[in-house]
């Protein structure tokens, strides 16, 4: 499994661009990069997929550089409702099954 | 579709004694997992199932016990609770667990108290 670091929390204002930033040095040619949301009290939510370069869809950009050892989740105009934990995950199907999350980085968006 | 469902939401259990937490997913996700989550902590994968009779330990198994006789379901045993098994407890499901379009679904979790 590739490790994965991840800022333990943020800080931003409505209405700004936030970019989470996740290392993983480690990963292997078949990995994929995934982020996931978790408000408080519920469970986590998956929000983008990536293998190389930029993926976006209607809730966020994933940027991943060429050499792949770090992927950049993009948040754009937060609002107060984007506050929550987001998770980096690193892996591939060879995994045998196991679906690991790390720590995550604590989002607080202020009015 | 209901997703995946979790049952009980809430649950105080006294020292020593057991209970099964529910889960039951109706997406024919070959893939289910259980997760605790402790207090400001990240979710910490307890056992994972690939498919119906096969099941597997995570990171924290100790304490926990599983079994996948179908498809749809995945419950959680836990025998002679302890206070440290305190934690909200949530349950997912994918069809597979990596690979293109990939996304794993989450239960809304089961809260337990051990006093």
């Known amino acids: 499994l590739a490790k994965t670091t991840q800022p333990i929390s943020m800080d931003s204002y409505e209405g700004q661009e936030v970019n989470i930033t996740c290392s993983h040095n480690n990963i292997a040619t078949n990995d994929y990069i995934t982020w996931y949301q978790q408000f408080p009290s519920q469970g986590p939510r998956f929000i983008i997929q990536?293998?190389?370069t930029k993926v976006t869809n209607e809730v966020a950009s994933l940027f991943i550089p060429a050499d792949r050892k770090s992927s950049t989740l993009s948040l754009p105009r937060v609002s107060l409702s984007d506050t929550a934990v987001y998770y980096c995950l690193v892996g591939d199907y060879n995994q045998g099954g196991k679906l690991i999350f790390g720590q995550g980085t604590e989002l607080s968006v202020k009015p | 579709n209901a997703g995946v469902t979790q049952t009980p939401k809430f649950r105080i259990l006294k020292i020593g004694q057991s209970m099964t937490l529910q889960c039951a997913q109706d997406?024919?996700?070959?893939?289910m997992y259980w997760y605790r989550q402790d207090p400001g902590m990240g979710l910490k994968l307890i056992y994972y199932?690939?498919?119906?009779?096969?099941?597997d330990k995570g990171e924290v198994p100790n304490g926990y016990n599983v079994s996948r006789s179908t498809t749809e379901d995945f419950p959680l045993r836990l025998e002679l609770a302890a206070p440290s098994q305190t934690s909200v407890y949530f349950c997912a499901s994918s069809p597979r667990n990596w690979g293109a379009n990939t996304e794993a679904f989450f239960g809304q979790g089961t809260r337990l108290t051990v006093v």
């Open positions: 199932s690939v498919g119906a009779g096969i099941t």
């Open positions: 990536g293998y190389k």
């Open positions: 997406m024919n996700h070959n893939y």
